[in-house]
């Protein structure tokens, strides 16, 4: 039986959920490209099956948006981004790559209850010197 979560009946037939609410994203704007050229379809965007639409992603962005968790800057700024599909490099563009990050913590906690986003992190291995 699959855990309990808002996530749609798909979730669990053998899709994988993203690791990461940034991974979640830039699907999701990939997505939203392939259906304004009439292409949508999920293998089109990406091979591996995923536990959601793009509108299961969006769902989440607008409980953000009128809980005013999410402004509409915040959504252009998502957008603009996720549109170039990269995040602000904190090198080049700090305060950007502060608010990015300060957006996917925000989204990951409505993403991983929806079961779009896998609630398990891999933490990768101390270095040994």
Known sequence: ???STDAPQCAFGGARPFASADEAWFWFMRALKAQRRGSWNPLSVEAVARPCEPDDVLRCLDQLYRRR???REDVLFLRLWGENQVAPDPQIYPSA???WRELMVLLTWPLQRAGVVSTW???PAAVSA
Do not use: N
Request: glycine content about 0%; hydrophobic content about 35%; aromatic content about 0%.
């Open 1 to 3: 039986m699959p855990p």
């Open 121 to 123: 992190h891999h933490q």
């Open 97 to 99: 790559a502060r608010v």
């Open 69 to 71: 968790q999410l402004t």
